[in-house]
């Protein structure tokens, strides 16, 4: 067995696909954001923008948020000397998971060492120790979800996006007294939609279901405490369990859930994905509490983020590019070609430092292909101008649809693959 060609080839498979990765060389400047310095094959430095951070508030460069990383790490030390079962659980992380708790209004939280563990982790457990419980997923789930919905090796059935019409179906389908959990994200990253929750919560109550909502995308972002898209709509006490990351807004790592103090202790008691693995360290923990509390009072960050995210929908729309509408902070800009999606990406960094990864099958459905832009508070209104320029620039350079309806560019026609995008040329 040639194993070294075996592996060669599954990577040409992907450069033939146009899906191989290439990881930008990074380093982020803490108190200069949204800077940082780039460095090519060559090693080559240079001073560049990100535009496609999930750092969405900037946070991960809080001066309070780096005091309280440096400062635990020199009273507390580094790592957190084992799992909690065998090293016990570090104060600052009792008291982070009291803040979770308190910012979703539940019982008790749980955290995990990211958000995608503690996707696989909750949902699995959860459905597992439901006896022939039915997973009801919906079809955009991330690849955290999906992996909790196969692990726990329950019945699945996945309902077309956003579709309450469909999920109804499946709910009647099952009938009522079959027990069930519907799984869903509040806000989608890449389309920028979100869940009709109100709808869900009304047909899981309808239906006798167990609710699990991701608000990895909302959580420090949305609300007046920045609890997520469920406390800003006052659905927080309708969703059994809710799961969020520390990674994203919040600017430092970890996942958690909340729920009822007897969901959490299932959790806490079942899964191997919590029991077996080394505890977060109380540096981080110290730093994502930090983060958590600052936002439950300051307001500026949301709204700062919300502003610029409205400006740049106007001004990249005003210049012609086909900006999707979305009703959140993310803004995609719609290429819809895997090839000139790299290309237009290659470019910006190249000619106008301006980093923003290509976002390419499978992360997103063939043909819609997109740059996928997130605007911080910290993004002036000149940076603001200077991707303006910079996108119209390689748009035109490569040929790349302007002026086009975006009002046919919604996550519906867009996934559904009813949308056929105008090329003008390649
Ligand atoms: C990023 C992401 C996760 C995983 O969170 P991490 O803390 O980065 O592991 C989970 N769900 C969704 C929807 C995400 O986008």
């Not at 790490?73 to 084992?82: F, P, Q, V």
């Not at 109550?205 to 608000?215: G, R, V």
């Not at 819809?336 to 459905?365: E, F, W």
């Not at 390689?394 to 009002?407: A, C, E, F, Q």
């Amino acid at each position: 067995m040639d194993y070294r060609g075996l592996f060669e080839d599954a990577i040409d498979t992907l450069r033939r696909e146009k899906r191989y990765r290439v990881f930008a060389d990074l380093e982020r400047i803490a108190g200069h954001f949204p800077k940082a310095i780039y460095r090519d094959s060559a090693d080559n430095e240079r001073e560049i923008t990100i535009w496609c951070s999930n750092d969405y508030l900037g946070m991960g460069q809080h001066q309070k948020v780096i005091s309280a990383m440096q400062e635990t790490a020199g009273k507390l030390g580094t790592g957190a000397g084992g799992t909690r079962n065998i090293a016990g659980t570090n104060r600052p992380l009792v008291e982070l998971e009291r803040s979770l708790a308190d910012l979703h209004r539940k019982e008790a939280a749980l955290v995990f060492t990211s958000g995608f563990v503690s996707n696989e982790a909750s949902i699995s457990t959860i459905a597992r120790l439901i006896p022939n419980c039915l997973v009801i997923s919906d079809q955009l789930n991330h690849a955290s979800m999906i992996a909790g919905v196969k692990q726990s090796g329950m019945e699945k059935k996945i309902f077309r996006h956003n579709d309450m019409k469909h999920l109804r179906e499946i709910l009647e389908a099952a009938g009522k007294d079959r027990p069930k959990m519907i799984v869903f994200e509040s806000v989608y990253s890449m389309d920028g939609d979100v869940a009709p929750i109100e709808e869900i919560a009304d047909l899981a109550d309808e239906f006798n279901a167990l609710t699990y909502i991701d608000e990895v995308h909302a959580v420090g972002m949305y609300g007046p405490r920045g609890a997520g898209i469920c406390e800003r709509d006052g659905l927080m006490q309708r969703i059994d369990i809710i799961e969020g990351t520390m990674a994203k807004a919040f600017g430092v790592m970890g996942g958690y859930i909340t729920a009822s103090q007897p969901i959490v202790d299932a959790v806490r008691s079942y899964a191997s994905e919590f029991i077996f693995t080394t505890a977060l360290p109380p540096a981080l923990c110290a730093a994502a509490h930090a983060s958590i509390e600052h936002l439950k009072s300051s307001t500026v960050e949301r709204e700062g983020q919300q502003r610029q995210a409205q400006r740049a929908k106007e001004i990249l729309g005003a210049a012609g590019l086909p900006v999707m509408p979305t009703n959140t902070h993310i803004v995609p800009v719609i290429v819809g070609d895997a090839r000139r999606c790299k290309a237009a990406s290659d470019m910006l960094m190249d000619k106008h430092n301006i980093y923003i990864q290509p976002i390419n099958y499978p992360t997103v459905p063939k043909d819609t292909e997109r740059l996928r832009i997130t605007p911080t508070p910290l993004h002036t209104d000149e940076m603001l101008f200077e991707l303006r320029d910079a996108l119209v620039s390689v748009w035109k350079n490569l040929d790349l649809p302007m002026n086009i309806d975006t009002s046919q560019l919604t996550a519906q026609a867009l996934n559904s693959g009813d949308l056929v995008l105008p090329t003008t040329g390649g």
